[in-house]
């Protein structure tokens, strides 16, 4: 394709996400040395980039000397994969946030296993430049999931297993905040959706990611799909 055009737009979106990652200390890791030297240099200098790797052990590493509480990842790494990553992050410190770059978007297992680990964000590869890590890093700060359109049709189609049953049933508002979930929203968006408190979202949310034994939003919103407790979101 011609990408000539979405130069200034891109030029647009790198500012935005510098200043959506000020607040943090950044972890990048990347398969690709081009790309995480482009992320590198496109990156303004100061102290929200602690560390930068090709690889998950070194990843893994930097994230915990550098007590980093983000991590941007691909899929695909030099050694080891974004999944896995991400699963081993997350256990490492579960207040982590993760968004993972998917560039080989057919390798579903590795995208199964970032979801069920808790990643907070996925977006694709192909939509870079068209503003997507932007838009999941808002959506992540925010407090909700992120999950490029599209990823969700094409992730189902390519998993038909149902997994394990809830711990228990939801009741009538959890199924509706988990529609919500389910829709990127976020727990102040629910609440004034429902006409309830940001606490009871957040109490209703806990209640949900117990029963269904999900790891975070992203995590709940699959589970709750693939077991027919939600709706497909409209603008998926």
């Given amino acids: 394709m011609d990408f000539t055009p979405l130069i200034e737009e891109v030029r647009t979106h790198v500012e935005r996400g510098n200043q959506l990652m000020e607040p943090h200390r950044v972890v990048a890791a990347m398969g690709s040395r081009l790309a995480l030297s482009l992320l590198v240099s496109a990156i303004r200098p100061g102290h929200q980039l602690v560390g930068a790797a090709t690889c998950e052990p070194v990843a893994l590493k930097l994230l915990k000397a550098k007590e980093a509480d983000l991590l941007l990842c691909t899929d695909r790494l030099e050694q080891g994969n974004g999944g896995s990553l991400v699963a081993a992050a997350k256990r490492q410190d579960p207040a982590l946030s993760a968004v993972m770059v998917v560039t080989q978007p057919r390798r579903l297992i590795t995208i199964r296993?970032?979801?069920?680990?808790?990643?907070?964000?996925?977006?694709?590869?192909?939509?870079?430049?068209?503003?997507?890590?932007?838009?999941?890093?808002?959506?992540?700060?925010?407090?909700?999931?992120?999950?490029?359109?599209?990823?969700?049709?094409?992730?189902?189609?390519?998993?038909?297993?149902?997994?394990?049953?809830?711990?228990?049933?939801?009741?009538?508002?959890?199924?509706?905040?988990?529609?919500?979930?389910?829709?990127?929203?976020?727990?102040?968006?629910?609440?004034?959706?429902?006409?309830?408190?940001?606490?009871?979202?957040?109490?209703?949310?806990?209640?949900?990611?117990?029963?269904?034994?999900?790891?975070?939003?992203?995590?709940?919103?699959?589970?709750?799909?693939?077991?027919?407790?939600?709706?497909?979101?409209?603008?998926?």
């Fill in 113 to 236: 296993r970032a979801v069920e680990a808790g990643c907070d964000g996925v977006c694709l590869e192909s939509q870079i430049g068209r503003g997507t890590v932007a838009l999941a890093l808002t959506t992540v700060s925010a407090g909700a999931a992120y999950t490029e359109k599209g990823l969700y049709k094409q992730y189902f189609e390519g998993y038909s297993g149902i997994g394990d049953a809830p711990l228990a049933q939801l009741t009538d508002r959890e199924v509706e905040v988990l529609q919500r979930i389910a829709a990127d929203a976020t727990n102040q968006e629910i609440a004034a959706a429902l006409f309830i408190s940001a606490e009871t979202v957040k109490s209703h949310v806990a209640q949900i990611f117990h029963k269904l034994g999900a790891r975070s939003r992203l995590h709940a919103a699959v589970k709750g799909i693939r077991l027919g407790l939600v709706e497909w979101p409209e603008d998926r």
